[in-house]
């Protein structure tokens, strides 16, 4: 209907045009030539829509069929999707995969987050490294000033430890043990405490047998001063042999309690029932008994530091007073085996 219409109007105009010339007096021949053109014009235009027409009727159909029909199969197609989107909206693998992408970008921002801690520990790797680097060295200048100390302290008191027990004191020993306990995660010289230690123990006991031999008789600590010898352990040959001594002295004090008891006995026995005993007379009778004795008193009494010390102290006690009896004398006397 438009393209009629159009068509008509153009035809009105035209007819209009040619009257209006006619009543100006124009010229004919020219402006019937522009009409001609000008209906040349219209004709290309009006075969134009006719050809579109043509096409969109292919299309279309002539009265819209074919695209209703294509509009409709579209139509069915967007449906049956929309269909399948709400299937699958509604499945537990949709729901899955809606878990699977929040988890996903959760990971992703803990990736980031790591990301970021990663670098700065990177950072602080970087400079805990460094700070190694310096403390390695100054670690290996330590060991070395720590192997002098070490060698030094071991150089100036190893001597010490292998004195007689005789020549030591339990003085110098504990001095040693005091510096060895400010280096005593040093091994060489913890060593060292350890073996100052042990020599300081034997050293007592040979202090303690030393006292014994020096102090009045007691037959429980001889037994029990006896035993720790026997096990005193880790000396070297002089020390072990100075305990050898003092043990074979200490053997001696029985059997020299036994003598002087002996000697005393004899001596009394020859002084008994006489009204005057004159030093002449303790001499004779001193010769006497020594000449009896002279072996036990020799290997026993004079082998005890104690023994000899009262012994010598009860013979200047008689000489002195023939017919006395010295306080030693009772101690002596209560001697039994």
């Known amino acids: 209907m438009r393209i009629r219409y159009f068509i008509l109007l153009t035809i009105l105009a035209f007819s209009c045009n040619a009257v209006f010339a006619q009543e100006e007096g124009t010229d004919y ?101 460094s700070q190694i680097a310096q403390l390695s060295g100054n670690v290996a200048e330590l060991e070395s000033i720590k192997d002098n100390v070490s060698k030094q302290l071991i150089d100036e008191n190893t001597s010490i430890l292998e004195k007689p027990f005789s020549q030591m004191s339990t003085e110098e020993l504990s001095s040693v043990i005091t510096k060895c306990r400010r280096y005593i995660t040093d091994q060489k010289i913890n060593d060292l405490m350890v073996k100052t230690e042990r020599v300081l123990n034997n050293k007592r006991v040979y202090d303690d047998a030393i006292r014994i031999l020096n102090s009045k008789y007691n037959k429980g600590e001889l037994l029990r001063i006896n035993e720790r010898l026997i096990n005193v352990k880790g000396t070297n040959q002089i020390q072990q042999s100075e305990i050898n001594q003092v043990r074979g002295l200490l053997a001696h004090f029985d059997p020299g309690m036994a003598a002087f008891k002996m000697f005393i006995q004899e001596l009394n026995r020859r002084r008994e029932g006489t009204s005057s005993y004159s030093k002449e007379d303790l001499s004779h009778d001193l010769l006497k008994v020594k000449e009896k004795l002279q072996g036990k008193i020799d290997s026993d009494i004079l082998s005890v530091p104690f023994l000899e010390k009262v012994y010598n102290e009860y013979l200047k006690a008689v000489s002195a007073k023939p017919m006395s009896h010295p306080a030693i004398e009772t101690e002596i006397l209560k001697y039994s085996n």
């Open 29 to 129: 021949e020219a402006l019937y030539k522009k009409e001609l053109a000008r209906q040349d014009s219209l004709n290309n235009i009006l075969q134009d829509l006719k050809t579109r027409q043509k096409q969109l009727a292919s299309i279309t159909g002539t009265d819209g069929s074919k695209l209703s029909k294509k509009s409709g199969a579209k139509f069915k197609e967007l449906e049956s999707q929309k269909a399948d989107l709400t299937k699958l909206l509604s499945s537990p693998t949709y729901k899955k995969l809606q878990d699977l992408i929040k988890e996903q970008k959760e990971l992703e921002s803990q990736l980031i987050s790591l990301s970021a801690d990663t670098a700065s520990l990177s950072t602080k790797i970087s400079a805990i490294d």
